[in-house]
């Protein structure tokens, strides 16, 4: 089927979330006189006497980390959720509320400041995947938390106060919204047609070609035909897993491998150290089979200009719908030509 | 009904779009280590000669400004929505887009390139008004056009590329997914209970008390039980109106004046020029009646600190659930312990 529209102003429909963007394809010429932030530079220095999250340093609530060699994962010393909060509710006219008990983690990838995921060795990263599972098979064990979200905030552009290499995990006893979205669309598909819904969209990609960044023998790197950030991408395994727990050790590393080849591409493309928000969506953990699941790692990336403009979802995209400027399909092009080896080590 | 799960971890639902917000009152401790952002100052030049929206200068497209001396409303320049575009859909697989037709206009609030909302006249205010009211009249009356956002971008920090006094109006055949969602849920009331929803839910608000601003004969601002910013307000009119262009004169000045008082209140709060972005939300032009519609406006400011730390939407609220550190009650009650007058006139 030719595609005509690429080039009008179009609405895209997004599969996993039934929301639609709209996309601006004529759009990007315009000048920025707006606001412009400062380029993300790499750490220097493998220790900071300062960084609560180095080993041996002394955290705000008085903990000292250890040592540690690989991988580290402790509570939040200001966790958003708490373990211990009786289940109550306020119902009261046209206001209603309940309480949320969960569980937040800070997660560290290596012992090394200096580091970022594109920077880390594939065994390295791997060890962070086998934390993930770890994780997401204890807490999400636990009877009481329902849903575990891993996510990695990188950046100070977005919200991350320390450049120390880590994530975060809040696991709660609610499906959050995100989420709920995705798993009703996934379900309805699964329902009609006993097949994943994003096995078969990975399925289509692969023919089509345009927007697949990197792959390998377990794992496709894509820009979604409805991303909405300017470099937005995604990670989808080729086996429709539910969750991340069922990697077995050769699936690890290829899905550390991909996110290694995928960030590495981030940074080369305007050499900085590319912010994003990052995050696994996956079977939640309420003890439903959920054959429905096809779990994947998103990244939203913020920049779209250069190391120090970026795209600002506001006004229109706040009370209305969410709009972009460049295509996906320009967006992977971008990405796509880019040297697989690091800017740093070129 | 005592509520006794304010100091908690909970969840609040939003009665306008269904959704939740995750409320972490206990948090607001923990120490910003993150980005600061430049406090947002006043301007002090009445006219600059580089400025695209003062009087008598020339835009990028080479249009030159007349020498206006009230508001004064554009075609944008570098529009997301383009007025010819002929209807198309693209439906392969999964993968589905529709083209879009709309108008995109740049509203100027004043001549005076200093200025903003809270430091303008009642009765400037009202010749704002007046324009929404024109504006949403003339491009809802195109049969082509379903939708008409009003918004205001205000602050660098919100990607407003320019300090002069301005808004904006992207009006569009389809209508957009927020709008779909506060109509939804404001039907299936209407429907059942043949009265308004946001009618009943001010009526709760004005006997309770702690979440109002500030009020006048015609509209209450309020900041809504279910806010998801850490000082996001709403103007909400008494009577049952779908749209602003059922506001007589009166109204008018009341609405005027409301905003003047409740955007005081925001630069009040850190003494310093208070971004946000605000957007009217009313009833589509799509020839429906809409009853079931209350119009109201928006305001979504991300300061949480002080005029230097906002709060960022990232990381778990992109992935799950948007996420809020102080309650809207103390929200309020920092609000409304200022005083009237602007700090700059103080
Ligand atoms: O149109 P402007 O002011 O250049 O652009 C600003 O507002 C638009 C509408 O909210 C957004 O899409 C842009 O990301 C933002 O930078
Ligand atoms: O927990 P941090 O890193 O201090 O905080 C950051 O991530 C959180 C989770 O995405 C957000 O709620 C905060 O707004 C952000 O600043």
New binding site residues.
């Given amino acids: 089927m030719k595609n005509t529209i690429n080039n009008k102003p179009h609405r895209r429909y997004n599969i996993l979330t039934g929301e639609w963007v709209l996309v601006s394809p004529h759009r990007t010429k315009r000048p920025w006189q707006g606001k412009k932030d400062q380029k993300s530079e790499l750490q220097k220095e493998t220790y900071d006497a300062s960084c609560y999250l180095c080993p041996t340093n002394e955290r705000a609530s008085g903990d000292v980390n250890p040592d540690y060699k690989g991988t580290y994962a402790f509570t939040?010393d200001?966790a958003?959720l708490l373990p211990d909060v009786e289940s109550e509710t306020y119902d009261n006219g046209l206001l209603k509320a309940e309480t949320e008990m969960g569980i937040c983690k800070v997660v560290c990838f290596s012992p090394n400041h200096a580091l970022t995921l594109p920077l880390m060795e594939v065994e390295e990263i791997t060890n962070v995947v086998k934390l993930w599972k770890q994780e997401y098979k204890e807490l999400g064990g636990n009877p009481a938390i329902n849903h575990v979200q891993i996510?990695e905030?990188k950046g100070a552009i977005m919200?991350?106060?320390n450049p120390h290499p880590h994530g975060?995990i809040w696991s709660q006893s609610s499906i959050p919204q995100e989420v709920l979205k995705k798993q009703q669309h996934q379900k309805e598909y699964w329902d009609t047609n006993k097949r994943s819904l994003l096995q078969d969209y990975l399925k289509q990609e692969l023919e089509l070609k345009e927007r697949i960044l990197v792959e390998n023998e377990h794992f496709v790197a894509l820009i979604p035909y409805w991303a909405v950030w300017p470099y937005e991408a995604m990670i989808v395994p080729r086996k429709h897993y539910q969750d991340i727990s069922q990697l077995n050790e050769t699936e690890e590393i290829a899905f550390a491998s991909i996110i290694k080849k995928l960030t590495i591409m981030f940074d080369n493309l305007f050499e900085t150290s590319f912010p994003y928000s990052s995050g696994i969506h996956q079977r939640p953990t309420d003890g439903e089979a959920h054959e429905e699941w096809h779990f994947h790692m998103s990244f939203y990336p913020p920049l779209l200009r250069s190391a120090e403009v970026k795209k600002f979802m506001v006004g229109y995209e706040m009370f209305a719908n969410p709009q972009r400027d460049i295509t996906a399909e320009s967006a992977a092009e971008n990405l796509r030509k880019l040297s697989e080896i690091h800017y740093s080590e070129q």
């Fill in positions: 939040n200001f958003a996510f905030n919200g991350c106060s975060q």
